[in-house]
């Protein structure tokens, strides 16, 4: 056990939907970071959050957004959901931005 | 821009057998290098990684990996798998900042360990 905590562990729903996927951090980690796991592109970064401040962004659609709370956790929202956004999300985080990151077991979100 | 190719996406081999999953990474400048184990419906642990020093990490489970910096390599090997150890392997290499969070992963090698 990694110690991120990472609810639902499953969700279904359908296209055009909204979901939140949400993200406990290792207590006392300020960092957290989303990942995208897919059969077509792999693991992707997706965004980080330091500290409640957006800090780096990578392959994040423009219908997927992120926040970080003051308790540290954080949310990912995905929105107008298409089949290929089907994927397992990952999150995972860190004391700060130079330390070894934690990952949680997933989210597995299945868009039908 | 970083990138990194895990050579091979399947690796079979027998029980008590060495194997070693190759890993190249593209990078114009310094990086940080890391090993992630995934076991089926798991989420990613760390193996070991590579920041400075010594070209030889050694990590948990048994694995080590060798940073070649001439060849842009950082393969994984074990002396002796157990079936245990199957599982995917993905190679990563950091990415904005040199943060050890914000990576960027090879497509990943399925080590299948046969009795």
């Known amino acids: 056990d990694s110690g991120v905590t990472q609810t639902p562990k499953h969700l279904i729903t359908a296209t055009g939907q909204r979901v939140t996927l949400r993200c406990s951090p290792r207590s006392g980690d300020l960092s957290v970071y989303w990942y995208q796991q897919s059969l077509d592109q792999g693991l992707q970064f997706l965004i980080q959050y330091y500290n409640g401040e957006e800090r780096a962004k990578g392959n994040i659609l423009e219908r997927f957004s992120a926040q970080q709370f003051p308790d540290l956790h954080s949310e990912l929202n995905l929105s107008s959901l298409e089949l290929g956004d089907s994927a397992l999300y990952f999150c995972?985080?860190?004391?700060?931005?130079?330390?070894?990151?934690?990952f949680g077991q997933g989210t597995r979100l299945t868009v039908v | 821009a970083q990138s990194v190719t895990q050579l091979d996406s399947q690796v079979p081999v027998f029980e008590e057998a060495p194997v070693e999953l190759r890993c190249n990474y593209s990078?114009?400048?310094?990086?940080?290098l890391f090993w992630y184990v995934q076991y089926p419906n798991q989420g990613l642990q760390l193996l070991l990684k590579y920041l400075s020093g010594s070209t030889l990490v050694k990590g948990i489970n048994g694995f080590e990996a060798e940073f070649n910096k001439s060849q842009t390599s950082f393969h994984l090997r074990k002396p002796s798998v157990h079936i245990s150890d199957t599982a995917e392997y993905f190679c990563?290499?950091?990415?904005?900042?040199?943060?050890?969070?914000?990576?960027?992963f090879g497509k990943g090698t399925k080590l299948s360990v046969k009795p």
């Open positions: 990078s114009s400048v310094s990086v940080y």
């Open positions: 995972a985080s860190s004391v700060d931005t130079n330390t070894e990151a934690f």
């Open positions: 990563a290499v950091s990415g904005y900042g040199g943060s050890q969070g914000n990576l960027i």
